[in-house]
């Protein structure tokens, strides 16, 4: 197995266009924290992403900070396919089952929408 290094930031000219000219239109210039989407693996800024998290008894909760996080934009085929998976799950660095995904998504914190 491979273990890639994932930066924990990427340059802003890997955003998608309209994201990049919303943040602009909100004032942010230069560097903006990016995270990869644990369901379509697009990179997307962090405020548009929900986090998750490997937590104290092992299984994964909605927590916004602490331990190896991952993300999740809060939209239906984004989740659809986090639920489909079984491989890795990015910023993780563990395999994550089935039962463990859809346990998580019953807590989510939002409506996926789209
Ligand atoms: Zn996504």
Do not use: N
């Not at 340059?11 to 990049?20: F, Q, S």
């Not at 990179?43 to 994964?60: D, I, K, N, Q, T």
């Not at 996080?69 to 799950?89: I, N, T």
């Amino acid at each position: 197995m491979t273990r890639r290094k994932q930066p924990r930031t990427r340059r802003i000219d890997l955003l998608l266009d309209a994201e990049l000219d919303a943040l602009r239109a909100a004032g942010h210039a230069g560097h903006v924290a990016v995270r990869t989407c644990a369901g379509c693996a697009r990179p997307s800024p962090r405020a548009g992403l929900h986090r998750f998290a490997v937590g104290p008894a092992g299984s994964l909760e909605w927590r916004a900070t602490g331990g190896r996080g991952a993300y999740l934009h809060p939209e239906r085929r984004c989740v659809d396919r986090f639920l489909s998976g079984k491989a890795m799950v990015s910023g993780l660095k563990a395999r994550v089952d089935r039962r463990s995904r859809h346990e998580l998504m019953e807590r989510a914190p939002f409506r996926a929408e789209g």
